[in-house]
């Protein structure tokens, strides 16, 4: 059997995840990740896809952040046909994430066309809208964690939590062939252990191969209790109340306790129509508030805040 794995982003980079298998029974993608960071990173966005969209029958999703999910809508413009599978928060958060993603594109795209025109420079176009995003949702079908299903005949896949957001999932791939199936893990992004919100990760089982993300590199990740979360976030905001500072705070808004902390003096949280959004998706299926326009942080300069509201990455 010939079997091959592609990576087409997050490779000398962190962003832009995106894993093509092939096999004999059809080709499917494990992530569809926007690059975020510099310019350069960003420019890769607006490249065609190194591979046909029409031939990906499936499309697998590890988390809803942007750097594994923000270049769907773009994929099913460009050809996509086939269906994609999350787990259900992952849908749900990418009901929200992707619209504003396509938002946000706009709005950007907007700005630079205003400077474009006083240069006498051509126009662009967004990677995708708000609108092409929401199109893109009705390729999305849930699945629940643990539990074997069939992206495509002769291939089974299963969402074990991995801990690191809502709805986050490592996937394990089991492909037909002789004499045994194969079977491959893509780990996506792994969380840490005691959280407060969240179970700790789940421990995958047999693997033939697997593809573990790095963002740490060569580094350790400390070991860190959830009472010693509190204290370092504790003294973080005790530093910055002292020195009469803002403490801008990339988190829903459940996870900050203003009684605790007594950060009234401070925003609690960039982005406050995000975090009534996530709030929402915790209570979850509670319906979602409305919101209009793009999601941005109010307190540093806009442009700047943009990027972090598309980013939300990790
Ligand atoms: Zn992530």
Redesign the pocket.
Known sequence: MTLSLHIHGAAGTVTGSCHRLVTPHGALLVDCGMFQGPKSLRALNYRAFPFAPAEIAAVLFT?A?I??SGLFPKLTLAGFQGRAFATEATRDLLRWLLPDAGAIQEYDVERLNRRNARRAEPEVVPIYTRADAEASLSFIDAQPYDRWFEPLPGVRARMRNAG??LGSAFIEIEVDAAPRPLRLVFSG?VGPLDKALQPDPARPGRADVALVESTYGNRSREPISEAGRRAVLGRELETALAAGGNVVVRSSRSSVRRKSWRISRSSSAAGSCRARRSSSIRRWPAAPPKCSGPIVPRSAGRRADMRSAAAS??
Do not use: A
């Open positions: 988390h952040h750097d594994h690191h957001i992004d990455s990790g």
